[in-house]
């Protein structure tokens, strides 16, 4: 089982490319059954993020109670092996509460178990600056680990802006590689498999 964990600031758009992204997955993998399990963190408890995916026909399983960095840390390490023993999908993708630091995520499941895990980040470039003012520390934790950063909608600002983003970004991670798109607007393929590659040390 492979795991892509995404992360993002509240409001950055992670669950819409989840649901690319999940797609792009099923498309492609020759597994039948589950290819493909998302996990979510919510805070609270009642999903709403988990409710759209369902919708979509996903399955889709969830940690309430805590963020999965921290406190719920041993009830993530339950649910993934719960998840691989009762669906054994190929992927598993993890939505984290946009308040998790990602890093710790991936730092509790390589300590657990030999799983081949990787991290995308998600930016808003609208609201790049006023994050980075408002929470460097957040923001650094969140983008250090990454291998793929997503620059998410740039429909929202002009070019310049755009390249000064993505220069900006490239400052808390010169490993990662940074792609600027808009969720809102389908994705090729091409770019689901490159990230996943990325992600697990194949690209």
Same mark, same amino acid.
């Given at each position: 089982? +492979? $795991? $892509?964990?995404?992360?993002?600031?509240?409001?950055?758009?992670?669950?819409?490319?989840?649901?690319?992204?999940?797609? =792009?997955?099923?498309?492609? !993998?020759? #597994? +039948?059954?589950?290819?493909?399990?998302?996990?979510?963190?919510? $805070? =609270?408890?009642? &999903?709403?993020?988990?409710q759209l995916l369902s919708r979509n026909h996903f399955l889709v399983k969830n940690i309430f109670?805590?963020?999965?960095?921290?406190?719920? =840390?041993? #009830?993530?390490? #339950? =649910?993934?092996?719960?998840?691989?023993r009762n669906y054994s999908p190929e992927y598993l993708l993890i939505e984290s509460t &946009?308040?998790?630091?990602?890093?710790?995520?991936?730092?509790?499941?390589?300590?657990?178990? !030999?799983?081949?895990? &990787?991290?995308?980040?998600?930016?808003?470039? +609208?609201?790049?600056? +006023?994050?980075k003012r408002a929470m460097p520390d957040f923001v650094t934790s969140q983008l250090k680990d990454a291998s793929v950063i997503l620059a998410?909608?740039?429909?929202?600002?002009?070019?310049?802006?755009q390249r000064e983003? $993505?220069?900006?970004v490239s400052l808390y991670n010169s490993n990662a590689r940074i792609f600027p798109i808009s969720a809102i607007k389908k994705q090729p393929d091409e770019l689901w498999t490159e990230i996943t590659a990325l992600c697990l040390g194949k690209g």
């Open positions: 089982m +492979k $795991i $892509i964990i995404l992360g993002g600031f509240l409001g950055a758009g992670k669950t819409t490319v989840l649901l690319q992204y999940a797609r =792009s997955l099923i498309t492609h !993998s020759t #597994q +039948k059954g589950n290819p493909v399990v998302i996990l979510e963190n919510e $805070i =609270s408890e009642a &999903g709403v993020d988990n109670s805590g963020c999965i960095c921290c406190t719920s =840390s041993a #009830q993530l390490e #339950q =649910s993934v092996r719960e998840i691989e &946009g308040m998790a630091y990602p890093d710790s995520v991936r730092r509790t499941l390589r300590d657990a178990g !030999s799983w081949d895990t &990787g991290i995308v980040a998600l930016v808003d470039c +609208k609201r790049w600056q +006023k994050v998410n909608k740039i429909d929202n600002v002009n070019e310049n802006e983003v $993505i220069a900006d």
